[in-house]
């Protein structure tokens, strides 16, 4: 079993940032792709980010794409959402999770098995 804390998250104004955290324990997340994803009222849950195990290669959707930067730090087991250039549209409860071992897709949240509480990211236009 691992157990997923995410933190970080608050009340910003429209073109600040937050760093959002992911710490596991339990197990170590080290082998495993880690995503994020969030949830506004009223919507699905929505890909944001992911990152690979091996090669670090990451994963963005459009939306986010080149506002957001996802990182991990295995030695830690702890995942970490950077988030710059905040919108209103950016506000929800996000969410981190661990992708299952067999899975290929990693944008939708069926393919991931293990999640945080989540975090309320509100941002104020």
């Known amino acids: 079993q691992v157990q997923l804390a995410e933190s970080g998250g608050g009340l910003v104004q429209a073109g600040g940032s937050l760093r959002l955290s992911c710490a596991a324990s339990?197990?170590?997340?080290?082998?495993?792709?880690m995503g994020w994803f969030r949830q506004a009222p009223g919507k699905e849950r929505e890909f944001v980010a992911a990152?690979?195990?091996?090669?670090?290669?990451?994963f963005y959707a459009d939306s986010v794409k080149s506002r957001f930067t996802i990182s991990r730090d295995n030695a830690e087991n702890t995942v970490y959402l950077q988030m710059s250039s905040l919108k209103f549209e950016d506000t929800a409860v996000y969410y981190c999770?661990?992708?299952?071992?067999?899975?290929?897709?990693?944008?939708?949240?069926?393919?991931?098995?293990?999640w945080g509480q989540g975090t309320r990211v509100t941002v104020s236009s």
């Open positions: 999770a661990r992708r299952k071992p067999l899975s290929s897709n990693v944008r939708h949240y069926l393919d991931y098995d293990y």
């Open positions: 339990g197990r170590t997340i080290s082998n495993y792709f």
């Open positions: 990152i690979g195990w091996s090669d670090g290669s990451t």
